[in-house]
C-alpha cells in the first residue's frame, strides 16, 4: 500500500491548481517534465496489478475523453497514464464524485473503515467541509515532500495551515485542461530567422526561457 501512496504524489504534482486532496506518503525523486526542472515522484515499481482509484469530480481529467480520442491533447493523456500504468503496473478505476457530494461519499466510507480512493480531487470549495471534519491530511508530516521548494506557492501553504498542519498546497503545476497555447505568425517567426519552436520541442530545448 505504500508504493500507492507514493504514486498519490506523482498524479498530486500535475493537478496542484486544479485543487488536489493529497495522500499520505511523498517521493524523494522527480520523473517528467517541470518548470526549469522535474515533477516530484517515485522511481518505477511494480506494485502488483493494484487498481489506483480516483474520486474525481470529472471524468476526463486523466484519460481522453471520447471526443478527444486522436487529438494531440487526447493522446498526450493516453501516452502518460500508459507510461505510469507500465512502469508501475497498475491499471486506475476514475469515479465520478461532485465537489458538492464529496463529503457525503466520503463518510460511510470512514465510518465503515473502509478506504473510499487512493486519491480525491476536488475543488477548493469543498476543503472546508473536509476540513471541518478532519479528514484532510498534514502535508507537512510526509518525511520526503519538500514544501520549501520553489515547485510550491508559499502564500497557499500559510493560508491553509491550521494548527501548525499544512492542509492544502498548490504548485507551479499546469494540468493539460488548462495548458497555454502559443499562437504565432509563422512568416514573421522566419523573417526575425527565430529557430522553429516544434524542432525546439522535439529535441526537449523548449522551456519558459526560450518562450520569453
Avoid at 93 to 113: C, T
Avoid at 147 to 165: F, P, R, Y
Avoid at 197 to 204: C, H, I, L, T
Wanted: aromatic share 10%; with cysteine.
Amino acid at each position: 500500500m505504500k508504493g500507492a501512496q507514493r504514486l498519490g504524489l506523482l498524479m498530486l504534482a500535475g493537478l496542484m491548481l486544479a485543487g488536489a486532496v493529497a495522500c499520505d506518503r511523498g517521493a524523494d525523486r522527480a520523473r517528467g517534465p517541470g518548470r526549469g526542472g522535474r515533477w516530484p515522484g517515485p522511481e518505477p515499481q511494480d506494485l502488483g496489478g493494484l487498481v489506483f482509484r480516483i474520486a474525481d469530480n470529472t471524468m476526463y481529467r486523466f484519460f481522453p475523453s471520447e471526443a478527444e480520442l486522436g487529438t494531440p491533447l487526447g493522446d498526450v493523456k493516453l501516452a502518460v497514464m500508459e507510461s505510469i500504468m507500465e512502469d508501475f503496473n497498475v491499471t486506475f478505476e476514475i469515479i465520478f464524485v461532485a465537489e458538492n457530494d464529496v463529503l457525503d461519499r466520503l463518510s460511510p466510507a470512514i465510518w465503515a473503515g473502509d478506504m473510499f480512493a487512493h486519491f480525491i480531487i476536488t475543488t477548493k470549495w469543498a476543503y472546508g467541509w473536509l476540513i471541518g471534519a478532519d479528514l484532510m491530511g498534514d502535508l507537512s508530516a510526509i518525511p520526503t515532500l519538500n514544501l520549501d521548494s520553489d515547485l510550491w506557492m508559499q502564500h497557499v501553504h500559510q493560508a491553509t495551515t491550521v494548527k501548525g498542519e499544512v492542509l492544502a498546497t498548490a504548485g507551479i503545476f499546469e494540468h493539460w485542461d488548462r495548458a497555454p497555447a502559443l499562437v504565432f505568425q509563422k512568416s514573421l517567426w522566419n523573417d526575425l530567422s527565430l529557430p522553429d519552436p516544434y524542432e525546439m520541442v522535439r529535441r526537449g530545448e523548449w522551456t519558459w526561457d526560450r518562450l520569453q
